[in-house]
């Protein structure tokens, strides 16, 4: 069964990267953009045939590890 | 005699720096791989600088889960000394000592040089030894020393003077103009509220012999010793 994560900086966290990214798009003729924001993605294969059982595992290591809840909300999709 | 352990990352580059300077104060220091489960007796436990784990991740992760971290986690609520340095302030931060966030630099820029900062409470075991005011030059070496909290924690820092240094110029002036990375008012180093846990983004290591550079960071193990 496989999760994807991703993690994105809170609303109110400075998003340097993505401004440049942001920046760079524009200088190069990208028209109407309004605002990038840069995240992280992970996919992530479990043995496990319940999808409530590998969703909660997954929530525990983005709560563990993968995410930094200070400053960055996480979204688990199974795909 | 005090005794000190410097704990070594896969990554860590400023370990044997620390080493030195506490050796040259007369510490009894041992260097601890993070793959133990035991601490020796320490009276101050360093984190030291570098890039634990190549910073895969985010700076400090992946070090904040390593085996001696739940040692170094249970001294320090128990009120041992901890001391944070660079990626080790990012380590204390990951792991939860420490509150806030250390994010990329605002200038997106790995930033090495020599800055200022100013000694804005000496009222502790890390800075007993300074003046208040004092103007420090010391050395910043990283990618993400841009300090982030939340409005409440950021108002508990400023009024518990949990706020040891902040950046600023050579006149002392904290600014826009003197702040380096970003770092919201210029916060430099913060304490944990018992204010025996220590994490700074400057060097203090590198400025403790007059051979190399100054001896501005000297006064910082002095004062652990006080």
Redesign the interface.
């Known amino acids: 069964m496989k999760f994807a994560v991703t993690i994105t900086l809170k609303k109110d966290?400075?998003d340097?990267?993505g401004k440049?990214v942001g920046q760079t798009l524009k200088n190069i003729g990208i028209e109407n953009l309004n605002s990038i924001r840069q995240g992280k993605f992970f996919e992530i294969d479990l043995d496990e045939s319940d999808t409530a059982s590998g969703e909660a595992k997954v929530r525990k290591m983005c709560e563990?590890?993968?995410a930094?809840q200070?400053?960055e909300d996480f979204q688990i999709k199974k795909i | 005699m005090m005794k000190s352990s410097v704990i070594v990352f896969p990554g860590s580059n400023c370990d044997r720096d620390v080493a030195v300077a506490l050796k040259k104060l007369q510490f009894k220091n041992s260097m601890i791989w993070h793959k133990e489960t035991e601490l020796p007796k320490s009276d101050l436990i360093v984190l030291p600088g570098g890039f634990s784990y190549g910073d895969y991740l985010r700076s400090g992760a992946i070090a904040a889960k390593s085996n001696i971290l739940s040692e170094v986690i249970s001294a320090g609520k128990k009120g041992s000394l901890i001391l944070g340095i660079c990626n080790g302030f990012q380590i204390l931060i990951e792991c939860g000592l420490l509150k806030g966030a250390l994010l990329r630099n605002s200038g997106l820029k790995f930033i090495s040089k020599d800055i200022q900062v100013k000694i804005l409470s000496n009222k502790s075991k890390f800075f007993n030894k300074y003046k208040l005011d004092e103007i420090l030059k010391l050395n910043i070496a990283h990618n993400e020393g841009n300090y982030f909290t939340s409005k409440e924690h950021l108002d508990e820092l400023e009024d518990n003077e949990l706020i040891p240094i902040k950046y600023c110029d050579e006149n002392g002036n904290i600014n826009l103009k003197s702040n380096p990375n970003g770092s919201i008012n210029n916060i430099a180093g913060i304490f944990n509220n018992k204010k025996n846990i220590l994490g700074m983004m400057p060097h203090p290591e590198r400025m403790s012999d007059k051979i190399l550079s100054n001896e501005s960071g000297l006064g910082l193990f002095l004062s652990l010793m006080n």
């Open positions: 966290v400075l340097p990267q440049v563990k590890l993968l930094n200070i400053i």
